[in-house]
């Protein structure tokens, strides 16, 4: 299994608290991702990164911010949380982009009260 | 833009019998796909991917998937389900054209009777 873990792996916060999750790998990937699932939406991304400070947006990065400083490391932070952003969180690591396959972390799975 | 198109949520089969899970996309460049498996819990999981080369793809499992072209297909099948087949289904679909990430289709839940 690609060594890929995922901090804290239950949440439970209030609305308008701050929450970061926090995605480490020690793969050395290039690439690195943050994507939410919810049922009947299949996985969509919120945000990744394409190395050390580089980052962009995905299709659902609204709310949310990333942050990473060093290769092992992937932060993913709601800057003040909403019921809307009760999911599961997944991170996925990959070596390239294209044709090369992402490798999953276990998720979190964070509920906003 | 790329897309996936996963026909079905759910998916009921018996054990024992065919395995089909449609998948379809949309990509303006020649596409990567990939199909995905999520066990109750767990992260996703790669079954098989299709790249270049050879259009019948075989995975892990006894899953293989053939990419046909014309018909902008991707489906997934087993000639035989187990019920430790029992599980959810992604495909997705990539592209070799600069920072190209994996679009993800909804998912098809694989439920096996005995």
């Known amino acids: 299994d690609a060594g890929i873990t995922q901090s804290p792996r239950h949440k439970v916060t209030e609305t308008g608290t701050p929450v970061t999750l926090r995605c480490h790998q020690t793969e050395n990937h290039r690439y690195m991702y943050w994507y939410r699932q919810d049922p009947g939406h299949g996985l969509r991304l919120i945000h990744y990164?394409?190395?050390?400070?580089?980052?962009d947006k995905g299709e659902v990065s609204d709310g949310y911010s990333v942050s990473r400083s060093k290769t092992e490391d992937f932060l993913l932070t709601l800057e003040s949380a909403t019921s809307s952003q009760t999911s599961v969180y997944f991170c996925a690591i990959s070596a390239r982009q294209g044709a090369n396959e992402q490798f999953f972390g276990p998720g979190t799975r964070l509920t906003v009260l | 833009a790329q897309s996936v198109t996963q026909l079905g949520s759910h998916v009921s089969v018996s054990e024992g019998a065919l395995v089909l899970l449609r998948c379809n996309y949309s990509s303006s460049v020649p596409p990567y796909l990939f199909w995905y498996v999520q066990y109750p819990n767990q992260g996703l999981q790669l079954l098989l991917k299709y790249t270049t080369g050879a259009t019948l793809v075989k995975g892990i499992n006894g899953f293989e998937a053939e990419f046909k072209k014309s018909e902008t297909s991707f489906h997934l099948t087993k000639p035989s389900a187990h019920m430790s087949d029992a599980a959810e289904y992604f495909c997705a679909v990539s592209e070799d054209s600069g920072y190209s990430t994996l679009t993800f289709g909804k998912g098809t839940m694989l439920l096996v009777s005995p």
């Open positions: 990164s394409y190395g050390v400070k580089d980052t």
